[in-house]
């Protein structure tokens, strides 16, 4: 397979998390005007296999020190969209957790606003649409997340196209986010949740019954037929993150990913990165492994990003003029 055409070829993420996927160059920079060490940044990498979930997201330890002013969370923004349209992100859904800068007294309006400009500098100099998807974090209380989704509902920023959880699913299953996610669902947010990512097939149809039309990973689900079939039947996309399931133990090899059963089952998929920089990454290197592993031709990525075009937290308008840059490539 060419890497020059997947290069080439119009692409969507769905699932990039800004915090893991802020370039090297960008964090060390950060780095250097906190005063941390030189190798500090050398943290931010996480190994090519884990120990599990909880041991890859120890890696964001050593970002969210430096991403706790305005300035620098503008910058950081600016740069991962910057990074996705170099190599052909047309449509982005950046994805972050609002009460992880809050160390040094921003509010949640200063947090998603330094961002929002961030993105929105990105969108003023390359052609990219860039948004964002505002993230609960498992380990913090119901009460935190809940109104973390009530401000982030009443702020009314257009720029935020939906709401997510993210975190520790292992320790902290769906039930620990209910309360939070119910009351975002119920104010007409879009959700997308984490879920399958550790083994639980349950996590899958919990998050689908309180609300998600998407699920960031799940692939557990390939060892229970039931929820594959709920997934299908209820036109549930699936944002597979390929580097990331191996790195974490989620999937073991590669001969035992579940991509291609996906496709021929006829579950929606789509292929991302999950954090460029935490699994040292980009998306034409997801589509180059899996076109290189499952034997995905060139008519099946551009369906790929078609499909995820079309179960994207955007306007019809958006969705029609970013599926014709790819038809028309």
């Not at 090519?48 to 964001?60: E, G, I, M, N, P």
């Not at 007294?105 to 400009?117: E, F, M, S, Y």
């Not at 997340?145 to 292992?170: P, W």
Request: charged residues 20%; negative net charge.
């Amino acid at each position: 397979m060419n890497r020059e055409w997947i290069h080439a070829l119009p692409k969507v993420e769905l699932h990039c998390h800004l915090d893991g996927s802020i370039p090297m160059q960008t964090l060390k920079e950060l780095a250097e005007e906190a005063g941390l060490p030189e190798n500090w940044m050398n943290h931010a990498v996480a190994p090519a296999v884990c120990l599990d979930l909880k041991d890859y997201l120890s890696t964001f330890d050593a970002v969210l020190p430096v991403l706790q002013s305005e300035e620098n969370l503008t910058k950081a923004a600016y740069a991962v969209a910057r990074a996705a349209h170099e190599e052909n992100v047309v449509y982005l859904e950046m994805r972050f957790g609002p009460l992880l800068h809050q160390r040094e007294g921003l509010t949640i309006r200063q947090v998603i606003g330094a961002v929002c400009k961030g993105i929105e500098q990105a969108m003023a100099e390359f052609p990219i649409i860039v948004t964002l998807l505002a993230c609960g974090l498992r380990h913090h209380s119901e009460e935190r997340n809940t109104q973390l989704f009530e401000e982030v509902h009443n702020l009314q920023i257009e720029q935020v196209s939906g709401i997510d959880v993210a975190g520790d699913e292992g320790n902290f299953p769906n039930e620990c986010v209910e309360s939070a996610v119910r009351t975002g669902v119920a104010s007409g947010m879009q959700l997308t949740m984490h879920s399958g990512e550790t083994g639980s097939y349950e996590n899958v149809l919990t998050a689908i019954a309180l609300g998600a039309t998407r699920i960031g990973h799940g692939v557990a689900i390939k060892k229970n037929p039931e929820s594959m079939a709920v997934v299908k039947e209820k036109n549930i996309l699936l944002e597979l993150c390929p580097t990331s399931n191996l790195q974490t133990g989620a999937i073991t090899e590669w001969k035992d990913y579940p991509l291609r059963p996906f496709m021929d089952y006829g579950i929606q998929v789509s292929i991302n990165t999950d954090n460029r920089t935490v699994s040292d990454t980009t998306l034409t290197n997801e589509f180059l492994i899996c076109a290189n592993q499952f034997g995905l031709t060139e008519l099946e990525m551009k369906e790929l990003n078609i499909t995820a075009m079309q179960h994207a937290f955007a306007s019809d308008k958006v969705k029609q003029s970013v599926i014709n840059k790819i038809d028309h490539f």
